[in-house]
Nanobody, 117 residues
Framework: QVQLVESGGGLVQPGGSLRLSCAAS????????MNWYRQAPGKERELVAA????????IYADSVKGRFTISRDNAENTLYLQMNDLKPEDTAVYYC??????????WGQGTQITDSS
């Protein structure tokens, strides 16, 4: 059974930092491209960052460029999102997604980031 479990969310003040983790089980992470999405209240889910299977290339939404960094540790089957200089508009539920070949993909349950100001 495939599971993606996000952790690391919480309350954060503007300008603060958080590191999200996505621990995978039931699959070999190195075989999947990985994405971080987020969904704010009343808004559609949006792609925040993506990383290739080997971790040698990544892309970011314009709104987080220069502040967020996606990374992965395939040996530990874990995906990360380092978030710096957080802003109130970063408040959302953050989800990790594993993307395989064809239509194969898996989602985590999400972790909440909330502005505490």
């Amino acid at each position: 059974q495939v599971q993606l479990v996000e952790s690391g969310g919480g309350l954060v003040q503007p300008g603060g930092s958080l590191r999200l983790s996505c621990a995978a089980s039931g699959l070999t992470l190195a075989r999947y491209a990985m994405n971080w999405y987020r969904q704010a209240p009343g808004k559609e889910r949006e792609l925040v960052a993506a990383i290739t299977r080997a971790g040698d290339n990544s892309i970011y939404a314009d709104s987080v460029k220069g502040r967020f960094t996606i990374s992965r540790d395939n040996a530990e089957n874990t995906l990360y999102l380092q978030m710096n200089d957080l802003k109130p508009e970063d408040t959302a539920v953050y989800y990790c997604q594993a993307v395989g070949g064809g239509l194969e993909h898996y989602w985590g349950q999400g972790t909440q980031i909330t502005d505490s100001s």
